[in-house]
């Protein structure tokens, strides 16, 4: 058996109800929670819309006007995280307003460098769970997953994972009777992205992360091109 117990996994659910209010989209995250804790995996989670999280694409947002920022704290979580889970409803069709704040506020710390003079997310791994009661899930996914490869998240196969049911103001996830927690296609595929969300995860930091030749920012700034051809001499 693959042994995961040495690494940390960060949920961060993006429902726009705050707690105590039950969310679907938690409900279905609990799935790959379970999951990940019976393999040891660290687990932990944030409900965001339950913190002051400034609008903006800086790492503090106290610096640019804001009396309030809960996102350095939160950071905290995310950079010690191997894993992340972003989940989201569905809301026109789209990811929800907070799970694009989220996406904003992590653009902000794109820019950081890790200890080989990678960019921060280099050597983490990434994916999503979607819920909601109208199509796009595939949708979703390909904005959240586009986001987080693009900053540096490494996206496995099958790493988005959702249900939704009939178009409409139909039955959410975890209302009785739904049929979401029996449908097997998302229990199936939240399994699969779970596993290989640990699975990615153990062979980047088995293999101390992801190679830092031809991609490291700081060799970059200190001259070396890697290999780019000169346009000079085109």
Not at 98 to 122: T, V, W
Not at 140 to 162: E, F, K, R, T, W
């Amino acid at each position: 058996m693959t042994e995961f117990s040495d690494l940390r996994a960060l949920f961060i659910n993006c429902t726009l109800k705050r707690l105590p209010a039950a969310s679907h989209t938690d409900a279905l995250m609990d799935v790959a929670r379970a999951i990940m804790k019976k393999q040891g995996v660290s687990v932990d989670t944030v409900r965001l819309i339950d913190y002051e999280v400034a609008t903006g694409v800086y790492p503090d947002m106290r610096e640019h006007g804001w009396d309030k920022d809960a996102w350095p704290d939160i950071w905290n979580k995310v950079r010690h995280a191997d894993i992340l889970v972003v989940g989201t409803p569905i809301w026109l069709g789209a990811e929800s307003s907070i799970c694009r704040k989220l996406i904003e506020r992590l653009y902000a710390m794109s820019g950081e460098q890790n200890e080989k003079g990678q960019f921060i997310f280099y050597g983490k791994t990434a994916g999503t769970i979607v819920t909601g009661n109208e199509d796009g899930i595939k949708h979703v996914g390909m904005s959240v997953l586009y986001s987080l490869q693009h900053i540096g998240y490494a996206i496995p196969p099958q790493a988005d994972a959702g249900w939704i049911g009939e178009a409409g103001p139909g039955k959410s996830y975890a209302d009785e009777g739904s049929g979401g927690p029996e449908n097997e296609f998302t229990q199936r595929n939240t399994t699969f992205m779970t596993w290989n969300l640990m699975h990615l995860a153990r062979i980047l930091k088995q293999s101390g992360g992801f190679p830092a030749e031809g991609n490291s920012k700081k060799d970059w700034d200190c001259g070396n091109n890697y290999g780019h051809p000169n346009p000079e001499y085109r």
